[in-house]
Every structure is written in structure tokens, then in C-alpha cells.
């Protein structure tokens, strides 16, 4: 099955610093998730992406849908202490459900006062 | 509007037993899928109901099923527990139509002694 590389598998910044990470594979997707997941939480959606090339914004976060329609982006600018938590891509399989969702293995953020 | 509610919050069993999980979606979302989370295999789809029939299924033992009422809530259950079922089980909803949005419940950790 396909699999979602998540890169970096974990993050040390300094509080007001702006944060990257992406999510590469070799298939190609239709849609991109990114989550947030606090412990012992669920993950919570970020943003969603549905097209090719799309950027899109939510406050601080910014998230893009690669081109070639394989990778995707999150950034994290002016990061504050409530950003910790682990971070999540997250795609559909291109053949089956749009609701049977490929996880990337997450980033974990830490941010140092 | 209230969000996705999973009972019970936390469970612990024995191996050999069986357990059953509750879900209830957000209002008028008909689709439920549910995911299984470890440190080791991070998040895993397990299976997904939409207006009380199964659609897919992902890659785990018959001992893990399922299944969807008339009012969409959902129930998980696995027989015969073992000690690698230790897990958080997530419910995730979504309305059911594209472009699709998975939104998850806070889980129910399940440890298996």
C-alpha cells in the first residue's frame, strides 16, 4: 500500500521561531490532511488541501499541495508554547474510500520558552 | 455542536476477553471510520461504515469488527484480546460527500493485561 514519509520525525525551536515539515510518497494523492494531536487527544484538523499547487492558510499554519501531486507542506510561523503536539499528514487512498486515511508517521514539535 | 464522543474514556482487560467500544458522530455526519494507534505502527485504519454497511476494511484480524446503527452511531468490537490489541482506538466522522473531512473523537485507550 502506499505509505507517507514524514519528515522531520521530530523538532526542537525556540518560541517565535517559524517551524517546516513536510510529507512525501510515491503515489499520487487527490487530497492532503494535516493534523494536530495533543496527548491523549484525537487528532484535530488542521487544514485540507484538494487540489494541485493549492495554498492554503489557517492563522500561523500554512499548508501547500505539491504540484506533482506527491508531497505537501506545513509551516508553522511565530510558533508560541500551545503549538506542541505531534503533527500529522494524512491522505485517502487514490483507489478506494475517501475516508480510509494513510498516516504519516507524525512530527513531533517541541517549542523552548 | 458537539463533537465526536467516544465511550468509554479508558478500558482495562485481560487477555482472552472481548471488548466492546462506542462512538457517537457528530450530528448528521454518516460515515464512521475507525483507526487503531501505537507507538509502533502509528495510525491504522481499521474499518468504515456509511449508513450502516461496511465499505471498507482495512488490514486486521477478523477478531476486530464492526458495525453502524440507523442513527449512525457505531460500535467496535475485538474477541479474544491480546496483549498487542493495546492501543488507542480513534472514531473518526464525516458527512459522507466530497471533498471529505475526518473529524476524530478523543479516543479510547485499551490496555490489555
Known amino acids: 500500500g502506499q505509505q507517507l514519509n514524514q519528515s522531520p520525525q521530530s523538532m526542537f525551536i525556540q518560541e517565535g521561531e517559524d517551524v517546516s515539515m513536510n510529507c512525501t510518497s510515491s503515489s499520487i494523492f487527490n487530497t492532503w490532511l494535516w493534523y494536530k494531536q495533543d496527548p491523549g487527544e484525537g487528532p484535530v484538523l488542521l487544514i485540507a488541501?484538494?487540489?494541485?499547487?493549492e495554498l492554503t492558510s489557517n492563522g500561523r499554519l500554512t499548508a501547500q499541495f505539491g504540484i506533482t501531486r506527491k508531497d505537501s507542506f506545513l509551516n508553522i510561523s511565530a510558533s508560541i508554547p500551545s503549538d506542541v503536539g505531534i503533527y500529522f499528514c494524512?491522505?485517502?487512498?487514490?483507489?478506494?474510500?475517501?475516508?480510509?486515511?494513510?498516516f504519516g508517521s507524525g512530527t513531533q514539535l517541541t517549542v523552548l520558552p | 455542536k458537539a463533537g465526536v464522543t467516544q465511550t468509554p474514556r479508558y478500558l482495562i482487560k485481560t487477555r482472552g476477553q472481548q471488548v466492546t467500544l462506542s462512538c457517537s458522530p457528530i450530528s448528521g455526519h454518516r460515515s464512521v471510520s475507525w483507526y487503531q494507534q501505537t507507538p509502533g505502527q502509528g495510525l491504522q485504519f481499521l474499518f468504515e461504515?456509511?449508513?450502516?454497511?461496511?465499505?471498507n476494511k482495512g488490514n486486521f484480524p477478523g477478531r476486530f469488527s464492526g458495525r453502524q446503527f440507523s442513527n449512525s452511531r457505531s460500535e467496535m468490537n475485538v474477541s479474544t484480546l491480546e496483549l498487542g490489541d493495546s492501543a488507542l482506538y480513534l472514531c473518526?466522522?464525516?458527512?459522507?460527500?466530497?471533498?471529505?473531512?475526518?473529524?476524530f473523537g478523543s479516543g479510547t485507550q485499551l490496555s490489555v493485561l
Open positions: 494524512a491522505a485517502p487512498a487514490p483507489s478506494g474510500s475517501a475516508r480510509q486515511l494513510t
Open positions: 461504515y456509511f449508513s450502516e454497511t461496511q465499505r
Open positions: 473518526a466522522s464525516s458527512l459522507g460527500i466530497t471533498p471529505e473531512k475526518l473529524f
Open positions: 488541501l484538494y487540489k494541485a499547487g
